[in-house]
């Protein structure tokens, strides 16, 4: 987390300038709200990238297990072994 606010710093690159995006259960997701929360994961992965080009604070363990944890999840497993 201290990395995190290094590199905005350095970057000076602020998360918090755009409205965070709270849906309820009875909502539906509207393009503005798909639109700022594809804003904010973008503005994220410039963040915590260096000034040479790479990530330093990235953890590639949860990028590598995320896939087959959302297909399990979602029952669509059949699909990926047949």
Known sequence: MLY???LMKEN???LMDIAKIRLSDDEHV?????TIAVKKALRLQRVIQAKDVHWPVE?????FFTPPLVSIMSRNIN????
Do not use: K
Not at 59 to 63: D, F, I, K, R
């Open 30 to 34: 509207t393009f503005e709200a798909v």
């Open 79 to 82: 699909y990926f072994l047949t």
């Open 59 to 63: 953890n590639v363990g949860p990028m």
């Open 12 to 14: 000076q690159i602020d």
């Open 4 to 6: 995190y606010e290094q």
